[in-house]
């Protein structure tokens, strides 16, 4: 789950944050960029725990309709939203149940939260269209909560409020998780049971591997990526450019020259998206230029063993 667009991002953060506290240790660095990379993927769980928690809710409102419709004898509540097939099953997930065990805090400790949202989903159309649809299948249930999940969690300032006061790593993560989660919803097969897997932290030990060498690469080697980027800036004073923008140079050029199959062309693309996020709103063509240049020097020089592809 964890990709490079997570691990770039986590790298700038925490570069930027090793030369600002002063506490130069790379050791330590390195083992808060291992903790921040885990709390991304905890959100992750959490996000799925949330619809859990939600239908779990449902239900304990749907046991009280009950017994007072009994007790007057009325008409029985409808069970489907409770007990729609696919969030039973990934409320059943091994994988998820271990994590929610593992977890000191949980959606438990925030009832009246979920109890809210699930009364926004109540009172939405698409829950009352669900409610009263004449096809009644396991496609039927995923798809709600796919839009369920879409309307009422991926954009919600209240959750967002909510999540960053127990992370404040997960403010800058939520956005890109959000897309796991619903990669996750659209995985999901009735026939793996309690048995569908969800997305691993790491698709593979490459990627992990990936984020400690750029690191410690972008730190170990600054003072000569820097020196790339004096030369390159020509009439520009070198000093007065934003300490951000320095930052994120400084890991680009880490990464062209520490990945040799990852193409100068997405290296570049994927930083430049970056500094229009985390620094200043110029930022992003004079690094786009900068790099660029860089690039095309250290490949003339032989320093950079790669070949300058065409850029949108």
């Known amino acids: 789950m964890i990709n490079r667009e997570i691990i770039r991002t986590k790298i700038v953060q925490l570069t930027y944050a090793y030369y600002q506290n002063g ?3 790379i050791d330590t660095a390195e083992k808060e960029l291992t903790f921040s990379l885990s709390k991304a993927y905890d959100l992750y769980n959490y996000l799925l725990a949330l619809m859990v928690a939600i239908a779990r809710e449902a239900k304990r409102r749907l046991e009280i309709t009950e017994v007072k419709a009994m007790r007057e004898g009325t008409e029985k509540p409808s069970t489907r939203f409770a007990y729609n097939r696919f969030i ?3 409320g059943e997930n091994r994988q998820l149940a271990d994590f929610i065990n ?4 949980t959606w438990a400790d ?3 939260f979920v109890g809210r949202l699930f009364e926004q989903i109540e009172q939405s159309q698409t ?3 669900y409610m009263t649809a004449p096809t009644d299948d396991y496609a039927t249930d995923r798809e709600l909560w ?3 999940y879409r309307m009422f969690i991926q954009e919600n300032t209240d959750l967002d409020a909510l999540l960053e006061e127990q992370s404040l790593y997960w403010n800058d993560d939520k956005e890109v998780v959000d897309t796991f989660v619903l990669k996750t919803i659209k995985r999901f097969e009735e026939q793996n049971g ?3 897997e969800l997305l691993p932290e790491f698709d593979n030990e490459e990627d992990r591997d990936y984020a400690r060498k750029l690191f410690r690469a972008s730190i170990l080697n600054a003072n000569d990526y820097q020196h790339f980027m004096s030369d390159a800036s020509h009439n520009w004073d070198f000093s007065r450019l934003a300490f951000m923008d320095i930052i994120i140079m400084q890991i680009a050029i880490a990464e062209m020259m520490t990945f040799p199959t990852i193409p100068v062309s997405v290296t ?3 930083f430049v998206d970056i500094a229009k996020l985390y620094s200043t709103p110029k930022s992003g063509g004079y690094i786009n230029g900068m790099l660029d240049a860089i690039a095309r020097h250290l490949i003339q020089t032989g320093k950079l063993m790669k070949r300058m592809e065409e850029r949108e």
């Open 102 to 105: 593992s977890q000191k805090w």
């Open 194 to 196: 309690v048995r569908q």
């Open 23 to 25: 506490n130069k240790n």
């Open 110 to 112: 925030e009832p009246e």
């Open 127 to 129: 829950y009352k269209d």
């Open 88 to 90: 039973l099953q990934l």
């Open 268 to 270: 570049i693309n994927e």
């Open 146 to 148: 796919r839009k369920l």
